[in-house]
């Protein structure tokens, strides 16, 4: 069952805000859904779901990144969940880079972690049924993100290839379990076996993918971004795919930095190449 | 002397924060300016100075409006100032309409705000002239603003025909003389003599305005505002406008509401009616 939570009119279409009890993280969840202009049962609209970086919540997309205009002459809905379980019984640690707010879009298997910190299930699989039953999207669907939230719209749509058209990202962080971001989380919600950090590194992930099962991969990136070195190391990502044939463009933006004046700069561009495949 | 906050590349521009002693206010003040790419000292720009509402910062319009893709292809800057002095020695009220946060861009007259509160005196001739001194604008400039922004724009417009192309508003307080908004305002600012009142009051100012010195005034207002009835009136201007022949285009939108979800949905056509001004 969805609460409605808020209704406004945006660039012809509408913005809303719905809660929800999740089954993947067992609390309350809420989402933002932008509808174009003229999304009805009989006219039903292809969805880019959006994922937010360390600290967002379903607000800074839709209030910062500029992006309803482009979207509404599209003809694309934006669902942009939160980026974590949230709520008092939620476990979490006085940090921006952990715990709520940071959730990494993992299942955590650690304790006391993996009751809540489920939110690849809840992106891949519970959001989608229920945006799908709800509201008039065809099941045509690409996938974004920035910073925490790239990383997990790449490594998302690397896993499951057959259900994105198309992906794309600003400033992910492309080899979580090289950078401290990465590893900080990982050891906590999945524990020491490295083995198992494998399952939602991008650059690991694009080493097996199939071939036949490639999409078409955009990465946008500002060279005045201050996590670039340290944490976001787009290069390793290139590399990977260089070995593997991977259609990955990666934009290099001279003196662009990690805010979402960065985003708001270049996300008509995000919209009108996803547009390409969920058209077809 | 100012301090620069920030610098951050935006839509190929730059978005800049200032903070500054005013001599107008006496306390620190910050604002924010857009400039358009290749603004230069051989390129000089022109302003749109933006006025924002009850509890904002320079921040509101310049994270949430969209306005920069726009004003980067017209060549326009944008200043956006905050609403009011700040600081542990501004008076203060514990309300959100009065105080920091609601300067109402007046000359306070009575104590113990009249030190600190000259919002109109930094607006109309401090402001202008240091970013005149110091970025590559021109001096032809633009007003506009939202809610009692929207007041300040029409407001400092009608006093200042000589100093502004054009000026425009999003969900304007039109005639804060006749709402609980201004009353509040007004009658601690300028006390209990209700003829200082009309210095700041669009409609009174609009009767006395004289034909040679009428400028191009576009108002959009949303009918779904929750502050359209008790405290924005644009009915009151449209009379008066009529009244006197004032070029006023008011634009109703059906389903929107007082929010930046409003502004970034028109901006660009405000953007654009300025430019058309801006541009002779």
């Given at each position: 069952m969805l609460d409605n939570l808020s209704a406004t009119k945006v660039s012809g279409g509408w913005h809303k805000?719905?809660?929800?009890?999740?089954?993947s993280t067992h609390c309350p969840m809420r989402?933002?859904?932008?509808l174009p202009p003229g999304a009805s049962q009989t006219n039903k609209v292809p969805v880019l779901y959006w994922l937010s970086g360390l600290t967002c919540t379903d607000e800074n997309f839709m209030q910062k990144a500029g992006a309803f205009k482009k979207a509404a002459a599209l003809g694309i809905a934006i669902v942009a969940p939160d980026t974590s379980p949230r709520g008092d019984t939620v476990p979490d640690q006085d940090s921006y880079d952990?715990?709520?707010?940071a959730g990494f879009y993992l299942n955590a298997t650690q304790a006391p972690y993996n009751t809540h910190y489920n939110m690849y299930d809840y992106v891949v699989n519970e959001l989608p049924s229920l945006i799908e039953q709800h509201f008039p999207v065809t099941d045509k669907k690409a996938i974004s993100g920035h910073s925490m939230g790239g990383h997990g719209a790449l490594m998302i749509a690397l896993?499951?290839?057959k259900?994105?058209?198309?992906v794309s990202a600003f400033s992910p962080i492309t080899n979580p379990i090289d950078c401290p971001?990465?590893?900080?989380?990982?050891?906590?919600y999945l524990g020491d076996d490295q083995s198992q950090w494998a399952n939602y590194d991008s650059c690991e992930l694009m080493k097996k993918a199939h071939s036949n099962e490639f999409l078409p991969m955009r990465i946008d990136q500002g060279d005045a971004d201050n996590f670039l070195v340290e944490q976001l190391k787009p290069d390793n990502l290139t590399a990977v795919a260089k070995q593997v044939n991977y259609p990955l463009t990666l934009n290099m933006h001279a003196g662009y930095d990690h805010s979402y004046f960065f985003i708001s700069s270049f996300i008509d561009e995000h919209l009108s190449f996803h547009q390409l495949y969920l058209q077809r």
């Open positions: 805000q719905y809660s929800h009890t999740s089954t989402f933002a859904i932008f952990f715990g709520q707010g896993r499951n290839p259900s994105y058209t198309s971001w990465g590893q900080k989380a990982f050891s906590q």
